[in-house]
């Protein structure tokens, strides 16, 4: 009797099969991760509704379909070294810590990383990595990825984060003004990113030297 895992299933069910979500790994994994341990305490009972929701700090966890779908897109068969820039729950983390080898995860505010250290520590996460820095940067000790995911809407993909991301490598972000983007594939040809913009989307915004501003 997992009430939890009831909702799951109805989530990958309704949100994310129903729109078209066809990697079966991706499928899996959200059928099985638990959500509802990536939420405040206080919405445990909302983890699995069709949005986004607050993790404190005005940040969000995407919506589990914008999850899915950034999952899917960076196409993820099990050997990556991935980097992520925008841990917030941690929840985007874990999952693609489940389809790659490695992750390297950045963050700027302080506690949203500690509490995620925490909760990958308590889940058993062995492959994912937590700095707290400004991401846009990157992590350039660790370059070069195969994979480059940004969960926190930027205006361009930060040069360093296209120098830091492997020949034929692939980096899914969201991508146009502060308030509103549009989700961008783009792979990695020679010096140049061949780019595929999708579908619209809000997310929040990435704050640093190739972000924005801090306006809080
Ligand atoms: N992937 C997350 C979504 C978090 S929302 C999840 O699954 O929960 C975006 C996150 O990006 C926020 O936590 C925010 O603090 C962080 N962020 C914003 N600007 C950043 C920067 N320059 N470097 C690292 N993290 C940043």
Same mark, same amino acid.
Do not use: C
């Given at each position: ?47 699995? @509704?069709?949005?986004? %929701?607050? *993790? #404190?700090? /005005? ?9 899915? =779908?950034?999952? $899917? ?5 099990? @050997?990556?070294?991935? %980097?992520? *820039? #925008?841990? /917030? ?9 489940? =389809?790659?080898? $490695? ?114």
């Amino acid at each position: 009797m997992d009430k939890y895992k009831h909702l799951r299933e109805l989530m990958v069910e309704t949100q994310i099969l129903e729109r078209g979500i066809r990697d079966k790994r991706v499928i899996e994994v959200m059928k099985k991760l638990p959500r509802h341990l990536f939420v405040p305490e206080n919405i445990i009972d909302d983890a699995y @509704d069709d949005r986004a %929701l607050p *993790i #404190g700090h /005005g940040q969000t966890i995407s919506q589990p379909y914008i999850v899915a =779908l950034m999952t $899917e897109l960076i196409e993820l068969k099990g @050997d990556e070294k991935v %980097l992520e *820039i #925008g841990t /917030g729950s941690g929840y985007q983390s874990a999952i693609l810590a489940e =389809l790659a080898r $490695e992750v390297h995860t950045v963050e700027r505010v302080l506690q949203l990383a500690e509490e995620s250290r925490k909760r990958f520590e308590r889940l058993g996460y062995k492959n994912i990595k937590v700095y707290i820095r400004d991401g846009t940067e990157g992590v350039p000790e660790e370059a070069p990825f195969d994979r480059i995911i940004i969960t926190a809407a930027t205006p361009e993909i930060p040069p360093p984060l296209v120098e830091q991301l492997k020949e034929g490598g692939i980096v899914v972000a969201p991508v146009g003004e502060r308030y509103s983007q549009y989700m961008l594939k783009a792979i990695k040809k020679g010096n140049e990113l061949e780019r595929y913009y999708l579908i619209p989307v809000a997310f929040v915004p990435l704050i640093g030297k190739y972000g924005w501003k801090d306006e809080s």
